[in-house]
């Protein structure tokens, strides 16, 4: 069985809902994928290591991501500190401006632990359609896939 996780961060409920729809697209991989979500504040180094995936999702607040995520992102920096190297990991970002902040800021911390992108971060922008939705289930179910198909 291979582990993926899922760390996100929501106040609005507008990342709260890309994250149901994300871990709906990873339950098409359920018997080979073991995803756990956790909420940015209880996620921890345990998760962290745990992880054989990760992906990330956050509102953008100010133009970066929210400070939970970036909280959980200190907590595990050091104590994670090459060990997590190469760690295939992706992004969903819910933006009220363009998301861009959130996405780089994020980027470049993940370049410090050495992980590496498997897709493009999904930003949606303003309110969340169907279509938004979509995508959200599409990116879980290419992750789940392509790691249990030992792609990532």
Not at 28 to 52: G, P, Q
Not at 54 to 71: A, Q, R, V, W
Not at 86 to 94: V, W
Not at 108 to 114: N, P, V
């Amino acid at each position: 069985m291979k582990h993926l996780l899922v760390v996100f961060s929501s106040q609005s409920g507008h990342t709260r809902a890309m994250c149901d729809a994300v871990c709906e697209g990873t339950a098409e991989e359920a018997s080979a994928v073991d995803t756990r979500l956790r909420f940015a504040n209880e996620a921890d180094l345990d998760d962290l290591l745990w992880a054989e995936a990760l992906l990330i999702g956050t509102p953008e607040n100010f133009g970066y991501m929210s400070g939970l995520i970036k909280d959980f992102l200190d907590r595990t920096y050091y104590p994670a500190e090459g060990k997590t190297v190469g760690l295939p990991y992706a992004l969903f970002i819910s933006a009220g401006n363009d998301g861009s902040g959130a996405a780089r800021a994020i980027e470049r911390i993940a370049t410090g632990y050495g992980w590496r992108a498997i897709a493009e971060p999904l930003i949606l922008k303003g309110e969340l359609t169907a279509d938004g939705l979509k995508q959200c289930r599409e990116l879980g179910a290419v992750v789940a896939a392509g790691l249990a198909s030992g792609i990532f």
